[in-house]
Nanobody
Framework: VQLQASGGGLVQAGGSLRLSCAAS????????IGWFRQAPGKEREFVAA????????RYADSVKGRFTISRDNAKDTAYLQMNSLKLEDTAVYYC????????????????????WGQGTQVTVSS
């Protein structure tokens, strides 16, 4: 499966962006999807995840109340709505699918995810 993350860009602090993660080659509708980010000089970190049917979500404490993850299985696409962006949200954002089918568990750990997109840059300016 190939994942294509898009929607990144340059935005002022307090602004919003909506990232998309589109799959091709194979459906991702049976798998949890996670969003991760990596800032320069830092390790890749968990941002949010959603179960295969959307019934369960998980967020990093740093984005709770500001970011919302969703998915449209008919389109094999997941989204990350980012509001009230802060300077510290600047990073390359990656989407990924986990290894398990039809599980309501949404793992926060990187090694649970098998397929990764190429990333999209989000830059928040003051």
């Amino acid at each position: 499966v190939q994942l294509q993350a898009s929607g990144g860009g340059l935005v002022q602090a307090g602004g919003s962006l909506r990232l998309s993660c589109a799959a091709s080659g194979r459906t991702i509708s049976r798998h949890a999807i996670g969003w991760f980010r990596q800032a320069p000089g830092k390790e890749r970190e968990f941002v949010a995840a959603i179960s295969w049917n959307g019934s369960n979500t998980r967020y990093a404490d740093s984005v709770k109340g500001r970011f919302t993850i969703s998915r449209d299985n008919a389109k094999d696409t997941a989204y990350l709505q980012m509001n009230s962006l802060k300077l510290e949200d600047t990073a390359v954002y990656y989407c990924a699918t986990d290894r398990i089918e039809f599980s309501n568990y949404v793992p926060p750990n990187l090694n649970a995810y098998a397929y990764w997109g190429q990333g999209t840059q989000v830059t928040v300016s003051s």
